[in-house]
C-alpha cells in the first residue's frame, strides 16, 4: 500500500497532516511553496506521484482565501504530474456556511468552491462535519463526510454526569446535529429559542425542554467568536442547569473568544484539531482532541476501497 500512496500537506495545519502520516506509518511526500516577485503563488511537487494515489490535507482556516488557492494550485499541479487519483483532504470546510441565497444579489460560495476543487483536479473529497450537510450535495464528485461526533462524546461521557444530563442545540438549525450527539450518548435533547441579528450577534430566548438540575452539555459543529456558546451557556445558567460543557468539532475561535469562554459559565470546551488551535488558545477551558487516527483509517479505507461509511456502523 504504501508505494502507491502519498500524502502532502498544505499549510495551513500540517501538524495534524504529520499525525495522519504516523497512523499510515508512512512519512509525509514534500512539496515547495513559493511566491514569485509578482506574489503569484507557485507550487512543485518534489517527488514522482505518476500513477500514484495521492490525498492533499488542506483545512480552509484564515487566511482561507491563502489557502484555497494554495489547494488549488498544488490539486493542478498533481493533476499535471499524472497523478492516479488526487483526494483533496478539508477537515474544515469553511465555505459550508455559504449554503443558501439568504440576502440579494450574494454568491452561493460553497458551491463555487466544490465546482473549483473539481475543476482544479480533484477527484473526491475527504472532510468532516460539515456546517450544512446539503453542501454536500454541491460536489459532483464523491465525498467522504466524517464526524467527529464519536471521539467528543467518548471523551465527555468520562466528564460529566451522564445520568443526569441533556445534550443542548444552540438553536432549530443545529438540532438535528445536536440529536445526532444526544442518539450517540443515548441522552435527551433541549433547544434554545435563537434569533441571529448579525453573523456576530446573536438573541437568545427561553430553553424548549428540561435542563433544571442537570449537566448540560452544548454541540456545535464549530466555534468561531465564542458568542452563541457563552449566551447558550448563559441562558442554560438562568434556565437553572448544574453545570455546563460545551463539544464542538472545528475549534475555530477567532479573537477574543478565548477569553471569552473562560469566564463564561462553561467548565469546558473540547474541540478537534481539524483546524490548528496553538497554545495561546488552549489556555483555561479549552480541550483538543486529535481526529488523526480517523481521518487516516479513512484515508487507507479510500486507498484500498473499504467503505468509509463502515466506520461509523
Not at 74 to 89: N, P, Y
Not at 98 to 105: E, G, H, L, M, W
Not at 144 to 170: E, F, G, K, R, S
Not at 177 to 192: H, T
Request: proline share 3%; glycine share 6%.
Amino acid at each position: 500500500m504504501n508505494d502507491e500512496l502519498r500524502v502532502f500537506a498544505g499549510r495551513s495545519n500540517p501538524e495534524l497532516t504529520d499525525a495522519i502520516c504516523d497512523c499510515l506509518y508512512i512519512r509525509r511526500s514534500s512539496l515547495t511553496l513559493s511566491r514569485f516577485s509578482n506574489d503569484n503563488l507557485s507550487v512543485q511537487i518534489d517527488e514522482n506521484v505518476r500513477e500514484r494515489d495521492v490525498f492533499v490535507v488542506q483545512a480552509l482556516t484564515e487566511p482561507a482565501s491563502d489557502h484555497i488557492l494554495e489547494l488549488l494550485i498544488t490539486l493542478d499541479a498533481l493533476r499535471s504530474a499524472s497523478a492516479r487519483r488526487i483526494t483533496a483532504v478539508i477537515p474544515y470546510f469553511s465555505y459550508a456556511r455559504s449554503d443558501k441565497k439568504d440576502a440579494p444579489r450574494i454568491s452561493i460560495a460553497g458551491r463555487l468552491i466544490a465546482d473549483l476543487l473539481k475543476t482544479a483536479g480533484a477527484n473526491r473529497v475527504l472532510t468532516m462535519d460539515l456546517h450544512a450537510e446539503q453542501v454536500h450535495g454541491f460536489f459532483s464528485i464523491p465525498v467522504d463526510h466524517l464526524t467527529a461526533i464519536p471521539i467528543i462524546a467518548d471523551y465527555l461521557q468520562d466528564t460529566c454526569d451522564m445520568d443526569n444530563a441533556v445534550v443542548v442545540a444552540t438553536d432549530a438549525g443545529g438540532a438535528k446535529r445536536a440529536g445526532k450527539f444526544a442518539a450517540r450518548v443515548g441522552l435527551p435533547l433541549a433547544i434554545i429559542d435563537k434569533r441571529r441579528v448579525s453573523d456576530t450577534e446573536v438573541r437568545q430566548g427561553h430553553v424548549v425542554g428540561d435542563v433544571r438540575e442537570r449537566d448540560a452539555i452544548i454541540f456545535e459543529d464549530e466555534v468561531a467568536t465564542g458568542g452563541t456558546l457563552v449566551e447558550t451557556a448563559r441562558t442554560l445558567e438562568r434556565a437553572g442547569a448544574k453545570r455546563v460543557f460545551a463539544g464542538a468539532t472545528h475549534g475555530v475561535l477567532v479573537g477574543n473568544a478565548t477569553e471569552k469562554l473562560a469566564a463564561s459559565p462553561i467548565e469546558s470546551l473540547t474541540v478537534t484539531n481539524t483546524v490548528s488551535v496553538p497554545d495561546e488558545k488552549r489556555a483555561g477551558n479549552v480541550n483538543v482532541l486529535s481526529v488523526a487516527q480517523l481521518m487516516a483509517e479513512a484515508i487507507r479505507r479510500i486507498h484500498t476501497g473499504e467503505s468509509v461509511g463502515a466506520l461509523f456502523a
